[in-house]
């Protein structure tokens, strides 16, 4: 920020912090916290040892209805030698007392750019791998180009089409074999390698097949209702679905529950469940993107607000990102939206509260917002939709009074 020194980092004090405030939160989902709500706690490895029962402990315990929520967990790629030189993922590089001075990120998703980026930010010099043609290769275009150059702005090297022949140990050095296309053979030579090319279903060791659950290297097979293949059972979570957020396994779980207990009908497929990439400036969504909807046969209208044309993220020096909306061509409905911005995961929550309601931009357009707030960039898109509804009679009516009262 313009005016303010820079600071230096003390990375062992960070991340004592970061692992102190986790310790905090842990009691929210602790064996204990079940106890108390009346609920039977049995720790173990468990696995289904019929299609009505379960083992856990060396206890057989019969189930009416089971709910299998395993999770996921951080996956690797097959690269020769990978394992033996030894890496780091998402959930184990928290653990970290000492910044590592190079530090190569295998996989361009949302987990190796929001650590790459941190890292880099920390002071490591940081290299980003990834095999596609471009980072974040699901994101809007627009908005993975700016996350892209906010990577590259912090010191991140980003390397696409890399492919990662083989990695050895050399002392404390990993040595890291790339071919790019086009070019030589080359290495890169680091002090750590962090993994972050996606979730790997926990479906190991849980006795599916005795149960009768199907299931394949993506998962648990559910149907809409969230049920498995044998009807006592149902999954929510990673386990079952492509949303592997824990906004959305929370969701899904409620919907497997209320059918499982309650004879519900909820459906999965009914869910409008939003996601956000926590780099800076943060990528949020929700709903179908553009390409998405022409493979379906949606036609769109694509609204968009740039950032710098918002007061207050002007004001706050974050007018770097914009807020695109697509909507069915011919009404408001919006279908999917895109937002990129220091604030953009707070910002997408009304977007989607509007799509889960079936209201559209009308009402946004509508809907009064304070100002100045960076969210007023939504109601600039509401604005842009209505004045699309005027006719070029009524344009001229307005352009006669303008005339007029000048």
């Known amino acids: 920020v313009r005016g303010v020194d820079a600071a230096s980092v ?17 009691p929210h989902d602790s064996a204990a916290r079940f106890r108390d709500l009346g609920i039977d706690v049995f720790l173990g490895s468990g696995k289904f040892v ?5 083992e856990v402990g060396g206890q057989t315990l019969r ?11 951080a996956s690797a790629p097959p690269i020769d030698g990978l394992t033996e030189a030894g890496y780091l993922t998402n959930e184990t590089i928290f653990s970290l007392t000492t910044l590592p001075r190079r530090l190569a990120v295998i996989g361009a998703g949302p987990i190796g750019c929001e650590l790459a ?15 596609m043609r471009q980072i974040l290769g699901r994101e809007d275009r627009d908005a993975a180009a700016l996350v892209e150059s906010s990577l590259r702005n912090d010191g991140v090297q980003i390397n696409c089409c890399a492919r990662i022949t083989r990695v050895d140990r050399h002392g404390d050095e990993v040595v890291l074999s790339l071919q790019r296309e086009g070019c030589d053979p080359e290495e890169l030579r680091v002090d750590a390698v962090l993994v972050g090319v996606g979730r790997a279903p926990n479906v190991e060791g849980l006795g599916l097949d005795a149960a009768g659950v199907q299931f394949d290297k993506h998962g648990v097979q559910v149907d809409d209702q969230l ?3 044998n009807r006592r059972i149902f999954a929510a979570g990673d386990i079952s679905s492509r949303f592997k957020f824990t906004h959305a396994a929370d969701a899904l779980a409620r919907i497997a529950i209320q059918n499982a207990l309650f004879l519900g009908r909820a459906k999965a497929s009914a869910l409008t469940i939003p996601w ?3 780099t800076d400036p943060e990528i949020a969504h929700v709903g179908l993107y553009e390409a998405e909807a022409a493979e379906l046969g949606i036609e769109v209208t694509t609204f968009v607000q740039e950032m710098s044309r918002v007061d207050r993220a002007i004001l706050d020096g974050e007018d770097e990102g914009f807020v695109k909306v697509h909507v069915r061509k011919g009404t408001d409905r919006i279908v999917g939206a895109t937002v990129v911005g220091r604030h953009a995961g707070e910002m997408l929550s009304e977007i989607s509260l509007a799509m889960a309601g079936g ?9 009064i917002h304070p ?6 960039a939504i109601k600039k898109l509401g604005d842009a939709y209505s004045r699309t509804r005027l006719t070029p009679f009524v344009k001229s009516l307005f352009k006669r009074w303008l005339s007029w009262t000048r």
């Not at 189930?63 to 999770?71: H, R, W, Y």
């Not at 980026?117 to 095999?131: D, I, K, M, N, Y």
């Not at 209201?359 to 809907?367: P, R, S």
């Not at 100002?371 to 007023?376: G, K, L, R, S, V």
């Open 10 to 26: 003390d990375f062992a004090a960070v991340m004592e912090r970061m692992r102190r405030l986790r310790a905090d939160i842990s």
């Open 50 to 54: 019929g299609p009505d029962a379960v």
């Open 63 to 73: 189930f009416a209805k089971a709910v299998i929520a395993t999770g996921a967990r």
């Open 117 to 131: 980026q941190a890292f880099a930010r920390f002071g490591s010099e940081v290299t980003l791998l990834e095999a």
């Open 227 to 229: 049920r498995t293949s």
């Open 276 to 278: 956000c990439t926590y």
């Open 359 to 367: 209201l559209g931009l009308k009402v946004i357009a509508g809907t």
């Open 371 to 376: 100002y100045p707030t960076q969210a007023e």
